[in-house]
C-alpha cells in the first residue's frame, strides 16, 4: 500500500465521535502546547510535560516530567490550555518581545524565547498584521516542507491558493502541471476503495486553482472527475468511502455502496467539488443531475438540526457534528440557497466550544466550522476567531507548521499527533481574503449577521437553559435552533409549572416552531395523565393534509406514546401512511408515522386493532416499499406476528426485501427489513429464512459486523431447523475464532439457544404457505 493511502486510510477513520466520548478524551490527556516546543498531559490547573522537542524555544530549558503551574505571570485557575495560550500570544506581541514566562511546581520560573508576531487586531482574522505573519509563516512552511496534505487530499495546496498570493500560486500551479492526478488525459475508473475521499478534495483543488487563475490546462481533468463522482453517487446522490460500482451493482449506475454506505463527511466535499465544476462550465447530464438529485437530500435538513453519519434523521440535540454544519454551509450557499446557508453558517457559528469532537477524531471539525461560520458574515467570522483562536494556537508549531492535536490509530490507541494539520488552519486564518469560494469568495451578503445578531448567536453555546424562567422556556419553544427548542422542552417538562394550558393551545395554535415544540413536549417521557388532554389536538394535527409535514410527524411521535388512550387513532395513523403526500419527497413523513405505529402497538393483531385490513396491509406494504431502510424495517414489524392465512397478502414484498435486489434504495446498510422479513418466515416455519440469510452474509456489498448480527439473530428464530446452518456457519473459517471477539455473547447465546432446541416442525414452501391464505378465503 503506498504511503498516501494509509494515510488517508487514517483520516478516513477521523471523520466523527460523541460529545460524552470527547470528554473522555481530552480530560488528562496529553495536547500539543503552541510554538513552545512542549506536550504536557492537562488538568485544569496544571500541565506535566510528556516531550520536548529538540531546537524548539523549549529544548534545553525545561524537561519531561515537569510541572507547569502558570504562565505569563499567573497561575492557573481553571483551564490551562486556554490560558497558556492567551500567555503565548501576549508573549509575541513587540511589547513583550517574545518571552513567555512559564511557573513550574515548586515555583521555578523559565523563560522561553517565542518568535515576535504582534497582536491580533480586534477584527482578526479580518485586517490583522499577526494574522498575515502566521500566514506567511504557514505558507512558508508548507512550500518548504513539501507537505501538502494528507494522502491524495492536498489540503495543504488549498490553503496555498486561499492566500490569494500570487508566489504561493505559482507553487500550486508547479504542483498541478506535474501531478498524474491532473493530467488532461487522465482516465477515472469507478472502481476501488477509499476513492470518494480523494476525489473530492482533488476536484475541490482543481476547480478553486482554475476559478483562481483562469488555467485551461486543469480543464479536462476536472470534467473528468466531477463527471465520473456524479457518475458514482447512489440512488440517493450520495456517497461513501467508495463509489457506487456498477460492478458490484449489475452493470447499473447509481447503485449501491460498499460498506456500511454513505457517509456525509466524504458526501459533501463531493457535492461542493460538483457545485464548482458547474461554476468552471463544466456540462454534463450526470453531472446537473447529481447537483439536483444531491442538493435537494442536504436542502432537507435546513432548520431541523446538523447532519448526521448519514441516511439518517437530523440531528437536533447539537449545533454540529465534526464541521458538517459547516460543510452545509458552503455547499448550501454555492448551490443557491440562501436559507440553508443562513441556516447551518448560524450553526456553525453556535458550534464554537465543541471544535475538538467528531466520530474518531475532530480534524474535518476545525477545518470547516469556521468556514462555515464566516458566511454568516465579518463580524460573525470575527467573534467565531475570537472564541477559537486559543486552538490555533497550541496547535501552531515553534517551526512554523500546525500539529493535528487529535487521534488517530495506534498501538491500540488513536493518536496521529505529528501530522501536518497546516493546510486546514491556513484556509481558516485567510478568511478575511476571500480568495477561494470556501472561504467567502461571491458569498451571500444578505445572510449576514451583524450587532446583537453575532452575539446572540455566539452565546448559544453556552446558553444556561437551567436557569430560564417559567415564561422563558416557554418563549424558547419558537426558537429558530432546534437544539435550543430541545432543550427548553426537556427543562421545561421536568419542572412544575402553570403553563401546560399555553403549550396545549400551542399544538394547534402557535408558530410552525411553537408546535414542533409543543408537540415534543406531550410526547416520549411526559406523563400519560399531563399528555392526555392533548391527545384529540395531537390527532387532528397529524391528520391535516395542509399543515408541515414535520409539525404533523412531530405529532404522531407524540400521539404514540399516549398509551391505551391513543390506540383509537391507530386507522387514522394508517391513512395517513397510505394517503399520497407529493412534497414528502424522501417519505419522511411515512417513516415518522410507521415508527409511531410501531411504539403504538407492538402486536396489532394480538390487540385487535386491526379493524380495517385493507387499509392495514396498504400502509404495510408502502411501508415495506420505502426507499429508506428505516421505513421498511417499520413496515416488517407491523406485520411480525401476520398469521398464516393472511400471509399472501404481503408475501411477495416480504420475499423482495429478502432477497435484497433493489437498487433503488436510498439505504441498505440497515439490515432490519431483512432480518424483521426472514423473521416472519420463521414465525410461520416457511422455507428459505435460513438461505436467505447465508446469502445476505456472502454478498460483496454491506458490513460485515450488520451481516454477522443480523445471522445470528434470525437463525435462533427456526429452533433445531437451524442446526445445519449453525454447522455450516461453524466450518465457516471467515468466522473462526469469533467467539473470542467482540460478537462472542452474541455467538455464544444463538448457538446455546439453537444447540438446546428440541422437536422439528413441519416447514411450508412459499407457495404452500401463499396458498393456505387464498384456500382460506374461499
Known sequence: MRASHKIVGLLIA?????????????????????????????????????KVREGSPAGGKIKVGDVIVGA??????????????????????????????????????????????????????????????IIAQTADYLVKSRKFGRGSMNIGLLGLLATGE????????????????????????????????????????????????????????IKAYSVAVARGRDAAGLWGHRMADPGINRGQLHGRLHGYAVMNQSSLPLFISMLLADKCGVRHPELQAGIKQTGAFYASFVGRGTLPYGVHNPNAKSYNNNGMSGLAAVALGLSGNARGAAFFSKMSAAAHNILETGHTGHYFNQMWTGLGANLAGPETAVAFFKETRWLHTLNRTWDGNFTYDGCGYKNGVFSYRGCSDAGSHLLNYCLGRRKLYITGRGADTSIWLKGKEVSDTIALATMDIAGKSDKELLALFGHPMPKVRTQAIWAFRAREHKLIDSIRKMVTEGTRQEKLSACGYFGYKCPPEVAAPSLADLATVMRDADEDLEVRATAAGALCWGGEAAQKYFNDMLKVVVDDEPEDTFGELDEKVGRALTVLCPDPYKAGLISDKKLFYAAALKLMAHKRAVGRTWGTQLIASIPLEEFHCVADRTMHIIEDKDLTYHSYHNLGPQTGAIAVLANLNIKGGTEAAFNILNAEAGKWGFKLRMIMNVLPRYGATAKPALAKLKADPRLKGIENGRFGGMWKAMAKQIESSTGTRKMLSLEEAKQAGLKSEK
Open 14 to 50: 477521523a471523520a466523527f465521535i460523541s460529545h460524552a466520548a470527547h470528554a473522555q478524551h481530552y480530560e488528562h490527556k496529553e495536547h500539543h502546547l503552541g510554538p513552545t516546543g512542549l506536550f504536557g498531559i492537562t488538568s485544569p490547573t496544571t500541565i506535566t510535560l510528556t
Open 72 to 133: 505569563g505571570g499567573a497561575m492557573f485557575k481553571k483551564n490551562t490550555r486556554p490560558e497558556l495560550a492567551d500567555a503565548i500570544d501576549q508573549a509575541e506581541t513587540e511589547e513583550a518581545k517574545g518571552i513567555l514566562t512559564l511557573t513550574l511546581k515548586g515555583g521555578r520560573k523559565v523563560e522561553l524565547q517565542l518568535k515576535v508576531l504582534g497582536a491580533y487586531s480586534d477584527t482578526a482574522p479580518y485586517d490583522c498584521p499577526k494574522t498575515d505573519a
Open 166 to 221: 500570487q508566489k504561493y500560486i505559482d507553487v500550486v500551479k508547479g504542483v498541478i502541471h506535474q501531478a498524474r492526478w491532473a493530467k488532461p488525459d487522465i482516465k477515472l475508473t469507478l472502481q476501488g476503495t477509499s476513492k470518494a475521499w480523494g476525489w473530492g478534495y482533488t476536484t475541490l483543488l482543481l476547480c478553486e486553482y482554475y476559478l483562481l487563475t483562469g488555467d485551461e490546462y486543469v480543464l479536462p481533468a
